[in-house]
């Protein structure tokens, strides 16, 4: 579920963005609790170990050396860390954006069949509607098999084509063309139904020469998009990338849960002394905020709460295309002049 | 209301920028205020009760820990607040000009109409026009639905669909429509309408076949436009990015309002003593200035200062567009040749 | 004027871009020099003031501990405002050239009224011409209209409407046309009729069916492109940014003026007591003169050494879009066959 | 091959992220672990070498102030490595998306033959049928022709032109005359076929005249396509940029290698006597990690894990393309009202 | 000549780039030895100047304070040299490569005109030709001379318009017309002549409707595409911005020349006396290799190692566009059925 957050956003007062913070859907809080509470348990486990069995031994000693070697390599590390993942953010958001801008919105392809395509007056109605439904459909069913490949929550949707079936997308016969077919067609099948129902309403002169070719590219630039779909999930931001970014982000905060233990060797009072190391936490629910930006855009159809709603948009399209080709269009409201000369 | 600057900033010297600097609107200054004052109450607030009861207690040398403590730990922040700001800053930038560059306009789709659309000569003149009239308004009706869901201004201005009503928007036949249809195409009917209306034309060959796809695709290129500011609504920057950059920055500024603290392991000085701390609040205004540049920018269609404005636009379009489909249009000036040889 | 360095950089030795160093227009040296002196000035005077009022006073003592003070701010304060800078004229020099990319040439436009637009014969052919001639005239003048809204220069060149007039560039039954519209469709009048007399060769069959409609789309890309000039114009950097950025570099270096004091408190040696500070003026050029690259970007329409020069542009536009509808084009030599074989 | 890991990536939970860091393939540990070795000897040499011959002799002395120099010289390099690689990275993984969005796929171009061409009967249909497999094959054989000139892998499975008659995409006619066209023309010569094969379709009207520029606009920019990934192999990233930066890591880890040896000047303790440097393995995994990120994308068509599989491609184009081109295509599914009323 | 390394870059093993650090052509030793042998002889006569004359006297003393100023002063100049160079060089990168991407290819547009321009038949067959043959020379010859304009190369091979002559790409006629015109239409004259050779084919009907506009637009495109590469010549990147980062880069070098001296303050040792200060040179190779990058990108019509073969793109053009008008064209090879069921 994308979450929103616009309507509060709308003015740019402190008060909007305070109580932002306090969102749990889609929120950093949600995010890293579970990573922080595992790091304050590592914090603690090591900060025990050193109190009852290290403390004053020569074994203390050496803690102590390794604690201040830490403190100095992980400020160290600090900057190198921040540009790698800054670097990292922004490469993968533009991905992110570039991936929801190749998601294709069936509505101009449909509004530019019912533009073009003629009626051919009352006794051929019931097929002219069944044919522009069929279409339609077809775009559809290419849309949910592309998905379905790409997007966990479509998968457990339509587990198998059969689904298709009950979910009235496909009829018996269609369904059991696209299961013969090799797996590099099948998302393109539907497609192709497509294209031939409206080259037989050329070839009757359903539609014009000019107008046909325009749809038939709307039809082609559709497949385009989901194709890129498949592009994207094909080709992946390379691991290495994946892979250093995170592995920086936890050497970091690994070596932090011994860096801000409280040892002797630095004079004992108040603050150091503080079991709990507040700005550690804090530095950590930044660094992991921040990662966690990068995690969720990684997988745009995946189950996270800012994920895209693949499976409200499939409603939506199934709902709004229909209602294109529905009778309302043929009828619009009667002309009346509104316009107040000014 | 946008704010436009640009003509002072024709020649890059320094008085320019300088001038530039003590605007109100839109500025930095309007920006940060309330914020600065808030937080030099914070910073009075622990000063004083630093100095009326803690100081020279026992808990005054934990203060001083704790203060000094803090200032290494803003110290270490400083370069990764500015970096997390840096990238999301130049993040909701391009976001931001790619949702201003999505905002419709009409023009290029009713010079279109006018250009393509045939007269049918006098008997129809009336007609003629209304239809024009009609396919303008429908346009205008889709683009005031759509920014009534995304912009609080326009939503203001339209509470109900009634309004569209009153304001000569709507017939009461097309209001009841609308009203009907399932919310998720009520942003589409009339351009529907509109379509409808071009191929009426069309059908009585008042346009040529061509030309109507050219039109067409106008009016379709149009509609995709509203629909990509409906996604950008509908798809924000994630809600973590957002809340880890002003958590960040928060969090910094209230570390910098202990930090700051005049205390008297320091030796006693008049820079450390003055009350007010003239760096940390120029710090502030730098920082929080430059977050409020990505608050402003996240929510374009919102109240700020510099959002853009809708409004304004909604009354420009309908008095150029009804302009570009009145009588003018057809009487252009006597043909003269004004060209001199050179 | 812009300024041209390309010849001299065609090759990547050091010492052309040394010999680049000494160029006067649109330098650096040119951009900075009142800025530096003033700051000189300023710096000077505190040094006086110190030198003759306060040495060896007790506030004396103050100043030296606020020299040490803003010492160390101005080091913390230098990463920061390095990536402010960095930041911002990296955002500014993208739009800076996607406005330039914006800037409409009418060439395509008018080789391809040339192209499809078919003679009648001899005896329409001063009629043909002046028709042309118009049609290319009327963009201009649109061309000049919308410039004359964002440009300081050429609305020094055309105060009023009547320098239209004047210039030959409108007849007065066309100016009193324009004059009477409405400001908002000013600008698209003269499109307007460029349409109304390309309509009019297509009513009478001189250009084909398809043909119109390249030329229209044409005409309407032109005109979008002039219309991005305006939005460019209407929806500039948000004026936080750009004061936030100025103010951060002119903090530093007020900073920097009583920082790099050579006051009592460090020994006193020749590099120290050396009155002009060599390398506050280094970083003082350099960060100045990376903000003046964003200055001189904000309005590139303004009247710097390297803003655009749409005064040259329109007077080039005007020339060979006259040139390509004179008669020239209608008389190509003679086919030769000049293809070797190899 | 292409490491896909999405699935695995579909929740941004820890447990996700730490499970994708233990991938072998397209992993930073196998990308690395070389180098890594070698490094690591390195490291062993020089410190087995101070331990046998310099400690306690004048020369070790020596060594020991050259490590001192190493250390404030390598932490002084950090940050400038830091950048040089973010930058460097984000340049060539831009461009390594640029050339994936490149590479052309035959299905628009060879869906739109069938949409728009017509069959002529019955006793045409086993020409048709060759005729349109011939097109679909020669957009093949250019895309195999132009990939074996970048992708060591493609060449290694076409290594001569005879290859290309065995593996069934040309026939001896046409070999012969591609291997007689000059090189630079050869990669262009099938779509010049397929391009005549359609103009003969268009000359015997089993096309139409629109239908036909939109077959052959596809074709061309399907060409074009193939073209750019010619340029991108042509002009590639300037070597001095990834000398510099490969330079920059080589040397700084040169640096480590010595900077990191535990001498006598820093008093011994347990953390500086470890003869494995942690932190320093730590860093060199993260920044030769980050930098391989670079090299694996700079010539995506090698034989690295994460390069694009150009093999599996060519094999999926023909069969997908050669099944739009068969007769399935012919026969969609009976229209079926699936259409559910809500 | 364009340095390609890509076939060595194949696996993105450690051998691979090593071995890459030792090309010559287009490397960074070739960019900066020059460079660094006047930075060592300045850093040496300093030094000499500094042993022979300043030791052991009171301005040696000055010296020595001045060198550690410099120390201080380089270490804080370094973080902002490496974000100068680094927005610097991936601004330039961009550009850079935008330029590449609008140097334009004839091919779509004589491949189209080769598809879409008929036959008349035997008897005209030579005319034909010759009309075709002009078409393509045309095109070159305004792309030889918009180059001409921007490349020091092209300028040198064609010094005078009477070169294009002995060339065979005008003849005497078309010479003595391109001479006689404005500057500024010179370069569009062929294009101009394209089209009206066009123009004429198109009044005999050997060309379609369609066809014709579709052919238009591709010689329109073409012809903006050279008006862009006249475009990036003339609008540069402003020079403040260029002189800035070399002024930077030259100031910090200068600096370390003097910081890098080993003066007696600090302990006499092996390193701080070793004459050659090798970090230094390793800092030097890497900024100024870095900035060598946008050096050579800056102007990529130059005559460094890096800059675009235009030369080799004239002549490429040349021989594969008339190969593309040959006759070759209309003889493909016979059809064969090569489609292997599977």
């Known amino acids: 579920m994308t979450v929103g957050y616009m309507r509060e956003a709308s003015t740019a007062n402190a008060m909007t963005f305070i109580r932002l913070l306090f969102r749990w859907n889609g929120s950093v809080w949600k995010s890293v609790w579970w990573e922080l509470l595992m790091w304050i348990q590592l914090y603690c486990w090591i900060s025990m170990f050193y109190r009852f069995f290290l403390v004053k031994t020569p074994y203390g000693r050496n803690f102590e050396e390794i604690v201040q070697h830490c403190q100095k390599t992980s400020s160290d590390l600090s900057p190198i860390l921040t540009f790698t993942i800054g670097f990292y953010v922004s490469y993968i958001a533009g ?10 919105w069936p509505d101009s392809t449909v509004l530019s069949i019912s533009a073009f395509l003629r009626d051919r007056g009352r006794q051929y ?6 044919l ?7 775009m559809l069913v290419s849309f949910v098999l592309v998905f379905r490949s790409v997007s966990e929550k479509i998968i457990k949707r339509f587990p198998t084509l059969e689904h298709f079936h009950t979910a009235h997308l496909l009829s018996q016969d269609e369904l059991d063309i696209i299961e013969k077919a090799p797996p590099n067609r099948q998302f393109w099948l539907p497609i192709e139904w497509s294209l031939t129902l409206l080259k037989k309403t050329y070839n009757r002169r359903q539609i014009d020469e000019h107008h046909y070719s325009v749809v038939v590219n709307h039809l082609l630039s559709y497949r385009e998009n989901l194709h890129r779909i498949l592009s994207y999930d094909w080709v992946n931001v390379p691991l290495v990338y994946v892979q250093v970014v995170n592995l920086c982000t936890m050497l970091y905060f690994i070596l932090q849960a011994v860096a801000r233990q409280p040892v002797a060797v630095v004079t004992p009072n108040l603050v150091n002394n503080s079991v709990i190391p507040f700005y550690a936490i804090m530095e950590f629910i930044v660094f992991f905020g921040w990662l966690k930006v990068a995690q969720v855009m990684l997988n745009p159809f995946g189950m996270d709460d800012d994920d895209f709603e693949i499976d409200a948009l499939i409603e939506r399209n199934l709902n709004v295309s229909y209602g294109y080709v529905d009778d309302l269009f043929d009828h619009p409201p009667p002309l009346q002049d509104l316009v107040v000369k000014k």
Request: net charge positive; glycine share 4%.
């Open 95 to 104: 991905r992110w954006w570039s991936v929801f801008m190749s998601i294709p």
């Open 125 to 130: 109605k019931n097929e002219d509607r069944r």
């Open 132 to 138: 522009r439904g069929a279409i339609v459909r077809y």
